[in-house]
Each structure stands twice: as structure tokens, then as C-alpha cells.
């Protein structure tokens, strides 16, 4: 019998790996609990969030483009979440508050920053293009890992503009000079939805970039984006989004539930096979 309900909120959801990840641990931990896609419009968000409240929902997750929009329902932001102003997780503490979390910071950290702790990161040029919901994120890690030059590029300047004021500290380059200022960096990082399985690519073609780059595409779904491909073909070390998407799920889930679940291989399978 279902005892818990978890899900998530955002629109559009269907590609979302969510629920299949945190019911594959549900099971594996013999947690009687459900975790369901909620496509919401923005008007619904203060209805959902007081079924937190009720305990009709022990938490939910928020994906774009809700992150920020959610944080006028929530009684206390903390951590990572108040950095960023940034709420991907939500849970009802022992003081029956609604707390917002952001486990974003962290799987970025985990997933992509660890995989480059050999590398002296301070000095680094790291571009960032596109200024969503997950971009605070992304800059506050940086930040955080002492990276003193951070650059975005957004095709709506003023989206790049509005996270400046966050993160004073921040490079802003133009849309049209993308591709020329992607030539000096050491990291490149897509925030965008530029490459995701069925939309939009870049019209940019990120030629003479430098020989020790390193590629991150936030993208999971496809497995590599025509970016990661032809990073890969050049040997640039490029990597996808799905161990970011892992481990703020993990995170997610032991705010939540207390327990820390592991990534075993038959997860690792599930997920790889749903993005083919
Ligand atoms: P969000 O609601 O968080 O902005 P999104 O619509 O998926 O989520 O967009 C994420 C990022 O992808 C944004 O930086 C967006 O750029 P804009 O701020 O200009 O909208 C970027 N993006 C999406 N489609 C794009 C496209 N065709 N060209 C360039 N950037 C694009």
C-alpha cells in the first residue's frame, strides 16, 4: 500500500527521468511511496505546494520553469536554496514549515566539478551559456569551487543581466559574440535546451577553441547532443547531464526519506536505456 507521495513540478515534464529513478529506489528500499509527474501550469503552484502542508504530498521536486516561482509558497529557503534563490526540492520540516531546498548545487558539484579535481580549476575561464533556472546553480558552484572567471551568454540579454544582479561577479557576453569569446575558455558548460532530444540546436559551430577545453552539456536526453559529438570527435573532453541528474536526485531523496541511495548498476541501465 502507497504510504508516501513524492512528485514533480514543471512544465513541459514528459521527458522527465524523475519518477523512474526515485521509484526504482522506493522498491529497492521497500519504501511504500509514488512518485508522479506534475504537469502544472503557474497559477496551480500554491495548490500543490499546501498539499505539502496536508500532508497529502511529503515532497515534490521543481523543475523548469517553476525554481524560482515557487519560493513566495515555501515558509523558509535554506542553503544552497538561499544562495541561488533556486528551489528544486521541498519538504515539510518537524516544525510543520514548508522548507525549500536546492540539491542542484550539489549534484553539479558531484557530477560534473569532481570529475575535474585534478585539474587547478581557480584560473580557469568557464563559460556558461544560458541564463534558466538552473544557471544560479551553476555560477554558485563555481563560485564556491573559487573559479574567478565566470562568463554567461544568453540569447535574452536581460535574463543575463538578471543573474548579474545576484552574482555581481559575473562576465556577461553578447549573444553575437558567443562564439568568439567560447574561443579563450577552458570549460564551456550548455544550460540551455539548445540540443535536447527533439528541439533546437546551436546555429553556433564553436570552432578554434582552445585544446584543453572541457565541454559540459546539462542535456542527458539524447545520451550525447550534436555539441558532445562533435566535442568528442575533436577530443575534447565532454560530458552529459545524467550523473548531475543523479546525484540531485539522490540528494532529493535523502532530504526526504533519510535514507542516502546508491547508484548500482541496474539504475545506471534503466536510465542509459530510457535515453536511446
Ligand atoms: P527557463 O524557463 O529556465 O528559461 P528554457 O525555456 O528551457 O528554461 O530555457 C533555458 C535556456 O535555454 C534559456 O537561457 C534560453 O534562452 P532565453 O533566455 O533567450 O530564452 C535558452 N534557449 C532556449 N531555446 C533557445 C534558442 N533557440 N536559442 C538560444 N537559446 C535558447
Avoid at 569551487?145 to 544582479?165: C, L, Q, S
Amino acid at each position: 500500500m502507497i504510504e508516501k507521495k513524492f512528485g514533480i513540478i514543471g512544465k513541459p515534464l514528459s521527458h522527465s527521468l524523475s519518477p523512474i529513478l526515485h521509484n526504482f529506489w522506493y522498491k529497492k528500499y521497500k519504501i511504500y511511496a509514488d512518485y508522479s509527474l506534475i504537469e502544472i501550469e503557474i497559477n496551480e503552484i500554491e495548490r500543490v505546494i499546501k498539499k505539502i502542508r496536508s500532508k497529502e504530498l511529503q515532497g515534490i521536486n521543481v523543475t523548469v520553469p517553476y525554481k524560482q516561482a515557487v519560493i513566495p509558497f515555501l515558509d523558509l529557503i535554506l542553503d544552497d536554496a538561499k544562495e541561488t534563490l533556486s528551489v528544486n526540492t521541498i519538504a515539510l520540516n518537524e516544525e510543520e514549515k514548508i522548507v525549500g531546498y536546492n540539491t542542484d548545487v550539489y549534484g553539479f558539484e558531484q557530477g560534473f566539478l569532481k570529475k575535474l579535481n585534478n585539474q587547478n580549476l581557480k584560473n580557469n575561464k568557464v563559460l556558461i551559456i544560458g541564463a534558466g533556472g538552473v544557471t544560479p546553480s551553476i555560477v554558485y558552484a563555481l563560485k564556491k569551487k573559487g573559479i574567478k572567471e565566470i562568463y554567461i551568454g544568453n540569447r535574452t540579454f536581460k535574463k543575463a543581466e538578471d543573474i548579474k544582479i545576484k552574482f555581481p561577479f559575473i562576465k556577461i557576453i553578447k549573444w553575437e559574440n558567443i562564439e568568439e569569446g567560447a574561443r579563450k575558455m577552458d570549460i564551456i558548460i550548455n544550460a540551455t535546451s539548445l540540443g535536447l532530444k527533439g528541439g533546437n540546436n546551436f546555429k553556433q559551430e564553436f570552432t578554434k577553441t582552445k585544446a584543453n577545453l572541457v565541454y559540459y552539456d546539462i542535456i542527458y536526453n539524447p545520451e550525447e547532443t550534436i555539441m558532445v559529438k562533435k566535442f568528442r570527435k575533436k577530443n575534447v573532453k565532454s560530458f552529459n547531464g545524467m550523473e548531475m541528474f543523479m546525484y540531485q536526485g539522490q540528494k532529493s531523496f535523502t532530504l526526504w526519506n533519510k535514507i542516502n541511495p546508491e547508484f548500482d548498476e541496474e539504475i545506471k541501465q534503466i536510465l542509459a536505456s530510457k535515453i536511446k
